[in-house]
Nanobody, 124 residues
Framework: VQLQASGGGLVQAGGSLRLSCAVS???????MGWFRQAPGKEREFVAG????????DYADSVKGRFTMSRDRAKSMVYLQMNSLKPEDTAVYYC???????????????????WGQGTLVTVSS
């Protein structure tokens, strides 16, 4: 499966962006996730949703500001980001998993397919 993330850019603090992830196969078979990696930092979990569920899990740092959604018919996954902060600046990655999990995996090791990333820069 191939994943293509898009929608990144430069935005002022307090602004919004919507990231999109195009998946080359039906997403019915995949758990999906968003991760981000800031310069000099490790990749961190942002949001994730199990293939069988309708609600996503979020990192505490983005809860209430970010919303993950998917359109199964279009094989698309989205990350709506509101009230952006400078500390949200990072490369954002879309990920997919066929691995068996009892819950949403917050670890990058829980995902076996990755997109190329899209840069989000939030200015203060």
């Amino acid at each position: 499966v191939q994943l293509q993330a898009s929608g990144g850019g430069l935005v002022q603090a307090g602004g919004s962006l919507r990231l999109s992830c195009a998946v080359s196969e039906r997403i019915h078979n995949y758990h999906m996730g968003w991760f981000r990696q800031a310069p000099g930092k490790e990749r961190e979990f942002v949001a994730g949703i199990k293939r069988s569920r309708s609600t996503a899990d979020y990192a505490d740092s983005v809860k209430g500001r970010f919303t993950m959604s998917r359109d199964r018919a279009k094989s698309m996954v989205y990350l709506q980001m509101n009230s952006l902060k400078p500390e949200d600046t990072a490369v954002y990655y879309c990920a997919a998993s066929t691995l068996v999990h009892s819950a949403v995996s917050y670890s990058s090791l829980g995902y076996n397919y990755w997109g190329q990333g899209t840069l989000v820069t939030v200015s203060s």
